[in-house]
C-alpha cells in the first residue's frame, strides 16, 4: 500500500528512544523528511545516525524540553527556517510521575501541565496555519489507554492525557473541512523504558519481586506479551498518511486486547 506520504515534512517529538523513534523511523521508511525531537542531543545523534542507516532517507533534529515553553519556541522557529512548516506533527512526550492526590504537589501538577498539555497546544498552534494553508495535514497526540480507562497511581496522567484527547476532538471538528485531521493514539503496555519505570514504582511500593509483577502485567493482556514499539508505530503512520482520508476524531488505543470497555 502506498502511503502517499513521500516528500512530506515530519515532525515528531519525543523521538530519540522508545515508540517516538519507531514512529519516526516508519515514517522516514515511508519516504517522509524527519525532524527529530527530544530532550538529549546525545540520544538524538545516535537515533538520526541509526534511522537514515536504516531507511536512506533524510533526517535533522533539534532538541528541546516540551515542558519549557521557551524551548518549544526555539524547536518551532529552528523548523520553521528549516522547512517552512510540517504537513505531519506527531506529539510524543514522556510520562508524568506516578502517585495519587496526596502524594503529587502542586509544582508536579504544573510541570505535568506544560508537558502533556501545554505542549500540545504550543506545538499544534504554531503548525496549524502551515497545514491549513496547504489544505492538508495529520496530526496524532500520543497519550495512554488512561484516558479510557483511568490506571491506578497515575492520576497525573488520567487527567492531564483526557484534556489533550478533548483537544484533539475538538480541533477535528473545526479543521475537518480544510483536510487537517486530528487523531489520539493510545498505548497500552508497551516494552519501553517508561513501563519498565512503572513497574519498579510498583515493586517499590508493594515490596514485590520486578520479574513477578511484570509477569502477572503479562497474563493480564489477552495476548499475553507486551507490545512493541513498532507496533504502536505501524498504526501511527497509517493515520499520518493519504489513506487515512476519513478518519479524524478517534482514540485507537494499542494494547493487545487489555481494555475492558465495550465502546
Known amino acids: 500500500m502506498d502511503l502517499g506520504i513521500e516528500g512530506k515534512i515530519a515532525l515528531v517529538t519525543g523521538s530519540s528512544q522508545g515508540m517516538g523513534k519507531a514512529i519516526a ?4 521508511r ?4 524527519v525532524i527529530l525531537s527530544s530532550r538529549s542531543s546525545t540520544r538524538l545523534e545516535e537515533a538520526q545516525k541509526e534511522i537514515e542507516k536504516e531507511t536512506g532517507g533524510e533526517c535533522l533534529f533539534f532538541p528541546c524540553d516540551l515542558s519549557n515553553g521557551e524551548d518549544i519556541k526555539n524547536l518551532v522557529n529552528y523548523v520553521t527556517r528549516e522547512m517552512q512548516g510540517v504537513d505531519i506533527l506527531v506529539i510524543n512526550s514522556g510520562g508524568p510521575p506516578p502517585g495519587n492526590i496526596f502524594s503529587i504537589s502542586e509544582e508536579d501538577w504544573y510541570k505535568s501541565f506544560d508537558l502533556l498539555l501545554m505542549s500540545a497546544i504550543r506545538l499544534t498552534k504554531a503548525f496549524l496555519p502551515y497545514m491549513e494553508a496547504k ?3 495529520r496530526i ?3 497519550t495512554s489507554t488512561s484516558i479510557k480507562e483511568p490506571i491506578e497511581n497515575l492520576l497525573l496522567s488520567n487527567v492531564l492525557r483526557s484534556g489533550v484527547s478533548a483537544l484533539s476532538k ?3 471538528r473545526d479543521y475537518a473541512h480544510r483536510n487537517v485531521l486530528f487523531n489520539v ?3 497500552g503496555s508497551i516494552a519501553t523504558r517508561r513501563t519498565i519505570q512503572l513497574l519498579e514504582d510498583r515493586a517499590a511500593r508493594s515490596g514485590q519481586p520486578l520479574e513477578i509483577l511484570r509477569q502477572e502485567a503479562e497474563q493480564a493482556i489477552p495476548m ?3 507490545g512493541n514499539p513498532e507496533e504502536v508505530a505501524s498504526l501511527v503512520v497509517f493515520l499520518c498518511s493519504n489513506q487515512a482520508t476519513y ?3 478517534t482514540a485507537i488505543q494499542v494494547d493487545g486486547g487489555a481494555i475492558r470497555f465495550v465502546l
Open 185 to 187: 493514539v493510545c498505548p
Open 30 to 33: 515511508e519516504g517522509a523528511r
Open 247 to 249: 478518519l479524524t476524531g
Open 170 to 172: 475538538s480541533l477535528s
Open 25 to 28: 523511523r516508519e515514517l522516514s
Open 140 to 142: 496524532t497526540y500520543l
Open 135 to 137: 489544505n492538508w495535514g
Open 224 to 226: 499475553k506479551r507486551y
